[in-house]
């Protein structure tokens, strides 16, 4: 897939420099990371290799122990990922995190819910969340029989979905997300794909974990490899393949040759 007018512009966030450390473990080193906006950008690497924990910082769970972000050419800080939030910034967790007895509408807007409020009561419009709700679903071309639908009778891909929707319903510039069709069932995997793809559409960066060549040289731009915490290799998906990304992976490049189970027929 080429990438678009608008990823190659400025990037839209990056980390400069960063490294975390858990005591004595060092989890990055070192690591410098951008992504514009309208690109989606795979980010691989082996167990351990430090990525849930550069997404982390991203979304302000963690702090850098060094190292900085910046966010349209601005230096910042998060304290929180409720501060992430405020910048546009959301991770789409791989269990989904939803409430699984709550409606389709009422999780898309939890804890910001529209209505009126009084002191540090919210009266919630029910009627204006299932409207907004509807449209923000048709938006995405996220289709379900009814926003009165409880998320715990859909399928794994439609919660997913409704994991993106929530994350994307306010605006947001960046998401992220940890390994979004690992616990999906094939015939949804390309759904949610395309519905990746649908967000670059409306001019959203995403950034995407995943040990899933198929998904990344599906709906990525580009796509970037960490090594025991630090950068390994980048490039375009125009520019390399899927068994040189492998070999990112491991720890090598200039890798061709097919693993031995991708050369079963």
Not at 108 to 129: Q, W
Not at 204 to 233: E, K, P, W
């Amino acid at each position: 897939m080429a990438q678009s007018a608008t990823a190659s512009a400025a990037p839209l966030l990056e980390a400069r420099g960063i490294a975390k450390y858990f005591g004595a473990i060092t989890a990055l080193h070192d690591v410098n990371f951008h992504v514009g906006a309208g690109e989606v950008l795979g980010v691989v690497g082996d167990n351990g290799a430090g990525k849930s924990t550069l997404m982390k910082i991203l979304s302000g769970l963690y702090k850098p122990s060094e190292g900085e972000l910046v966010f349209e050419g601005q230096p910042v800080s998060f304290s929180s990922p409720k501060d992430a939030r405020l910048k546009g910034i959301e991770m789409v967790y791989q269990d989904f995190a939803l409430a699984g007895n709550m409606a389709i509408y009422e999780n898309i807007y939890l804890g910001r819910e529209p209505g009126r409020k009084l002191g540090p009561i919210t009266f919630v419009d029910h009627n204006k969340a299932r409207e907004m709700a509807a449209e923000h679903l048709d938006n995405l071309h996220i289709h379900v029989k009814s926003v009165d639908q409880n998320t715990e009778d859909l399928s794994g891909g439609q919660r997913q979905a409704v994991a993106i929707a929530r994350a994307t319903a306010f605006h947001a510039r960046v998401v992220i997300m940890d390994e979004p069709t690992a616990a999906l069932a094939i015939k949804e995997v390309g759904k949610v794909l395309d519905l990746i793809r649908r967000l670059k559409d409306h001019g959203v960066a995403v950034i995407i974990i995943s040990h899933r060549m198929d998904d990344i040289f599906y709906c990525c731009d580009r796509v970037m490899a960490l090594y025991q915490g630090t950068n390994f290799a980048e490039a375009p998906l125009t520019d390399t393949s899927r068994n040189e990304v492998i070999g990112w992976i491991m720890g090598t490049k200039g890798h061709t040759e097919a693993l031995a189970h991708d050369r079963l027929q």
